[in-house]
């Protein structure tokens, strides 16, 4: 990596060059905090308090990051860009460990999702070391954690109380939409979206719990409210396999539905109860747990669903035709579910460091290899959840020194 930066920082010419074409961080922070690049490269930064980092030169200005230059796309650039530096009080700059990949992510690719103004770093699973921090966030320096993607304005109700993710005038979504994301070796966040990964628990698997397990838990959470007792989960991927398991974990047994043979044998490895269609189901659910993203299972799912019982959305789905009659003869309930507070990733990863659920399988990817990633969780076939590893402690936990966990 030194060697990498090294050669970065002799060619500074060519660099600068790539970074007024692209914009790179200083783009993305324009309007916050103009850059100043002087002749080595180098931005000017104030108020920070700073963990010396052995991998990169003293004062290095840049580094890799894998780039969407534009909405759709096919691929990402790895290349160099500008190293975020300290914006305020409360930002933190994390080195990332480990960056997992998300069906959003795909999404966004193919300009069916969110549309970033580009080029933009996506990622929004992070976990990383805490390398500078604003003058009010010093003790975060040295800190291992999660990021929580969404930052709130701060001072709606939905912010106060804990649901950033609800706010009406959201600053950013890290890695998704107004704040450059995971996949590079660097990211800028603020303290507020910051949460302590626990000592018992490996960077890549933490970095695969950071959404699809905060969905799990606040699916769960929603669910639970109204007293479900018999809850079937659509879908065996990483979302709907975690909210099964934190099912179990809080006393109740739920099946699973999924087409995908090598989905399916995952999921009764786990000791759940598995069916490859709605149609073979027997019993009755008073809940569902949709994790599926698919229109196709919709219908057929209400239809399955006890009168009084609870649908919840803990994906995204197109419903070009749908009738709502079904809802109100029955006295069905419709909760829609966005990702999950602080609160529930802090409760996610306790329960996984405690040993309390099973994770989903995972892949690591180097930073070089971000495209093919993405391009394999497009895959309806793929078994494992990718996660994309940056830094040298990765293998802090020996689950993962395979490539991938059992």
């Given amino acids: 990596m030194v060697s990498c930066f090294c050669t970065v920082l002799h060619v500074a010419d060519r ?55 534009g909405i759709p796309a096919d691929h990402l650039d790895v290349a160099s860009v500008t190293r975020p530096v300290i914006h305020d009080e409360h930002s933190l700059i994390v080195r990332v460990i480990a960056c997992g990949v998300c069906g959003t992510d795909v999404h966004i690719l193919e300009g069916t999702s969110y549309r970033p103004s580009t080029p933009f770093v996506l990622g929004h699973e992070i976990v990383g070391i805490v390398v500078e921090a604003g003058r009010e966030a010093s003790e975060w320096v040295g800190r291992r954690i999660a990021v929580s993607q969404f930052l709130g304005c701060g001072k709606c109700e939905m912010c106060r109380t804990g649901d950033q993710r609800l706010c009406q005038s959201m600053r950013s979504i890290t890695g998704v939409s107004d704040a450059y994301g995971g996949y590079a070796e660097y990211v800028r966040v603020d303290a507020a979206q910051a949460v302590l990964v626990p000592p018992d628990l490996g960077s890549a698997e933490a970095a695969a719990l950071v959404d699809a397990g905060t969905t799990a838990m606040n699916a769960v959470e929603k669910a639970l409210e109204r007293g479900a007792r018999w809850p079937l989960v659509l879908g065996a991927g990483a979302v709907g396999l975690l909210a099964a398991e934190i099912l179990r974990s809080r006393g109740i047994p739920c099946s699973v539905v999924e087409r995908s043979a090598q989905r399916r044998s995952a999921a009764a490895l786990f000791g759940h109860r598995v069916y490859a269609s709605l149609g073979d189901v027997l019993e009755r659910p008073d809940l569902i747990i949709d994790c599926t993203g698919s229109d196709s299972v919709v219908r057929p799912g209400l239809e399955l669903l006890a009168p009084k019982g609870t649908w919840v959305a803990a994906s995204y789905a197109r419903i070009p035709d749908f009738d709502m009659a079904q809802v109100s003869r029955k006295e069905l309930v419709i909760l829609g579910v966005r990702a999950g507070a602080t609160e529930e990733l802090r409760q996610v990863l306790e329960l996984a460091a405690s040993g309390s659920i099973q994770l989903p399988a995972i892949r690591l990817y180097p930073l070089a290899e971000t495209s093919r990633a993405i391009r394999d969780l497009a895959d309806p076939s793929a078994g494992a959840k990718p996660v994309i590893t940056v830094g040298p402690d990765v293998m802090d936990n020996p689950a993962t020194e395979e490539g991938s966990m059992p």
């Fill in 15 to 69: 660099i600068r060059d790539e970074l007024t074409a692209t914009q790179a961080y200083s783009s993305n922070f324009a309007q916050s905090l103009p850059l100043q690049l002087p002749r080595h490269g180098v931005p000017c930064c104030t108020m920070r308090n700073k963990l010396p980092d052995e991998r990169l030169p003293t004062q290095a200005g840049v580094m890799i990051a894998a780039i969407a230059r």
